[in-house]
């Protein structure tokens, strides 16, 4: 019998991460094994990544010796950073500059960098349409992931760079679901006009990323863009009616109108939004879901995410 290559991930207890350790370790013909990364290797998803068949080790984006550690033997690895724990583009880099030296030293032959839009490309800093935020970004945790590209691309890490989009997820956990209005109704408000927002399940990345590890070295060097649907507000107010038994209207509010809203990060959020409003006809296009799903043929549309996840969304 063949040994099983090693594919260490990074954030295994979270939503990207998790999704790419299930979907191996749900295959029992994968060629791989996982080596779940994580800083907590006593949480209750570390043991259940345990129970499943997973090797759980521990790792911290500020320790260079135990990513050193967490990669040494692996043939693979899947690096991915949370920037909603400290919204820092500075962590951000540090973290990717990291992993990728790591990377280097452990001799990992395939890495896929979860990553974003510079949209400092698209929106320069002394364009006035969009606020510039901690004097040097436009949309940091987007900004910030792209510079970080080029850490894997200098230390020589053979490397997919995977551009995710909205997780549908944050329905459920960030507050990005309905909300109810002076009016008593509920409404889903994003700064998206009538454009349409590509959207994916965490689980769904975690399968496309485990298709690009199926692929061997094919996709290595190359930029894959990936989505699960991509649905206006007004489509995803009328699938959330009848998902939840409640009706939700679209609030499309102006990008200047969101960015006021008070929770942490809501101008960095209301600048993302303007973003794939304002550029909308590339990063939906960009965003093949045929290719993707040539990665994930068990990629879900916007409906069959909540066919299985509409009871989890708090709805008041």
Not at 28 to 33: A, G, R
Not at 121 to 127: A, N, Q, S, V, Y
Not at 198 to 226: N, W
Not at 303 to 314: F, G, H, S, T
Request: hydrophobic fraction near 40%.
């Amino acid at each position: 019998m063949t040994e099983k290559k090693i594919i260490a991930v990074m954030g295994a207890t979270g939503a990207q991460g998790g999704g790419l350790a299930r979907a191996i370790l749900n295959d029992k013909e994968s060629p791989f094994t996982v080596r779940a990364v994580t800083r907590d290797v006593n949480s209750d998803k570390a043991r259940e990544l345990a129970a499943m068949g997973a090797e759980v080790v521990f790792a911290d984006l500020e320790d260079q010796k135990s990513l050193e550690n967490a990669f040494a033997g692996a043939y693979g690895a899947f690096c991915v950073t949370f920037f909603w724990a400290h919204f820092s583009p500075d962590k951000e880099k540090a973290g990717a500059r990291a992993m990728a030296a790591a990377l280097k030293t452990a001799g990992v032959k395939h890495a896929i960098w979860s990553t974003l839009e510079d949209t400092r490309k698209f929106i320069p800093l002394t364009d006035n349409r969009m606020p510039t935020l901690m004097g040097e970004y436009k949309v940091p945790h987007f900004d910030a992931k792209e510079e970080s590209n080029e850490f894997f691309v200098a230390a020589g890490v053979p490397t997919t760079f995977l551009y995710t989009a909205f997780y549908w997820e944050n329905l459920i956990y960030f507050g990005a679901g309905p909300q109810k209005g002076p009016d008593g109704k509920l409404y889903l408000t994003m700064p998206m006009g009538d454009k349409k927002l590509p959207g994916i399940s965490s689980e769904d990345i975690g399968k496309c990323a485990y298709g690009i590890f199926k692929q061997g070295s094919e996709l290595i060097g190359k930029k894959v863009y990936i989505a699960g649907e991509h649905v206006s507000g007004t489509q995803m107010a009328a699938s959330l009616t009848k998902a939840t038994g409640k009706e939700v209207f679209y609030n499309a509010v102006d990008a200047d109108v969101y960015r006021t809203f008070g929770f942490q990060g809501a101008d960095e959020m209301g600048n993302m939004f303007q973003f794939k409003r304002d550029f909308n006809d590339y990063y939906v296009g960009i965003r093949d879901l045929d290719n993707a799903r040539k990665l994930n043929p068990e990629l879900q549309s916007f409906d069959q995410w909540l066919e299985k996840n509409a009871a989890k969304i708090p709805v008041a």
